[in-house]
């Protein structure tokens, strides 16, 4: 599972088509289509109702929605920390968001799953 997959999943969600999510991305219809279509297949289930006034959320999609901006956004206090800490500021409201990250990350499933900072979710363990 890609986070681009995900933020993609976000877009098209928000942007109500994959036309103008794609546009707003700067990338194309058919990347954007590829790395959705990818990320249902890896979730195993379908995000979006497609038609050609544009797409709706199932049903299911919802509360997955509801998690990866959640978990977006704390991948962005990940980055905020980090840049603090490389400029040698420290910011203690941030501190409690970190650790909750980190506790966090791991996607429930049947089976242990692992993250991988390098931007990429590995999927679960046989």
């Known amino acids: 599972m890609q986070l681009t997959g995900l933020k993609y999943f976000v ?5 109500g088509s994959f036309s103008a999510a ?3 991305l700067s990338v194309s219809v058919s990347t954007l289509t590829r790395s959705v279509t990818t990320l249902e297949e890896d ?15 199932t049903p299911a ?5 509801t998690e990866t901006k959640r978990m977006l956004g704390s991948l962005q206090t990940v980055t905020e920390v980090a840049a603090g800490a490389a400029r040698g500021t420290r910011h203690a409201a941030r501190q409690e968001s970190f650790a909750w990250v ?4 791991q996607w429930e499933s049947r089976c ?3 993250w ?3 931007a990429r ?3 679960p363990c046989a």
């Open 11 to 15: 877009a098209v969600a928000e942007h």
């Open 22 to 24: 794609s546009e707003w």
């Open 43 to 57: 979730l195993g289930l379908t995000l979006f109702e497609r038609s050609k006034q544009g797409v709706t959320l």
């Open 61 to 65: 999609a919802g509360p997955v929605l």
């Open 102 to 105: 980190f506790d966090h990350l």
């Open 112 to 114: 242990a799953t692992c």
């Open 116 to 118: 991988h900072v390098g």
């Open 121 to 123: 979710l590995i999927p």
